[in-house]
């Protein structure tokens, strides 16, 4: 199971400029919180963006200290194209190359839950095909600018089933299971792929 678990404002927003994430009072990661809290408990390992970690990094404690209010505790693995820059942070495992990263990251979770933290490692584990639940928690605020769930477009489009909707305090949640295109859609995809392409090559002229 791969899956993201974000607080977002309602106009899609997961972090305000500069990455600030003082408007979410941190609600999403109170463990007192029962979605949040049985999030946390099936988390076996975190698989995060440098852009995550260079924020977190800048808390007390440290970038996994803090992850769901310090409640929680496992291997985090960063994706990031320097690994040599973390190599001094030894509370994380930095990788390179994002299938060796999932692979890893399984490996790690032993069975549980791998968990997305960063919007442009999310948009990219949902255009692999890997992404199997999204959970958000939408706090009642107007966010105006900041990062975006999946950062920056384009994203691809992916169909979801609702799974749960609930609250916690102030919070809306949201469960989403990532759908997956059936056999005879996917066939469809790829005859449609190939009309695509056979109809934009140049045509000979006519004697």
């Given at each position: ?48 963006g440098r852009g995550w970690y260079d924020v ?117 949640d949201i469960r989403f299971r990532v759908s997956r295109p059936s056999t005879s859609e ?22």
């Open positions: 199971m791969i899956r993201l678990h974000v607080a977002m404002s309602l106009d899609g927003f997961i972090a305000g400029p500069g990455h600030d994430m003082s408007w979410t009072g941190g609600a999403e990661y109170d463990t007192s919180s029962e979605l949040a809290d049985q999030v946390a408990r099936s988390t076996g390992v975190v698989l995060a977190a990094s800048a808390d007390e404690g440290g970038a996994v200290a803090g992850i769901y209010g310090g409640a929680w505790s496992g291997p985090v693995l960063v994706l990031t194209h320097h690994p040599e820059r973390l190599a001094s942070d030894t509370t994380v495992e930095a990788v390179s190359d994002l299938g060796t990263a999932l692979a890893r990251a399984e490996e790690l979770a032993d069975g549980r839950a791998v968990s997305i933290f960063g919007a442009d490692v999310a948009r990219q584990v949902l255009e692999l095909g890997r992404l199997d639940e999204i959970i958000v928690q939408i706090v009642p605020l107007i966010l105006g600018d900041g990062v975006r769930l999946f950062g920056e477009p384009p994203t691809p489009q992916v169909r979801l089933e609702r799974t749960y909707v609930g609250e916690s305090g102030t919070l809306t996917a066939r469809l995809d790829l005859i449609n792929d190939g009309r695509d392409a056979t109809l934009s090559k140049p045509q000979p002229d006519g004697d």
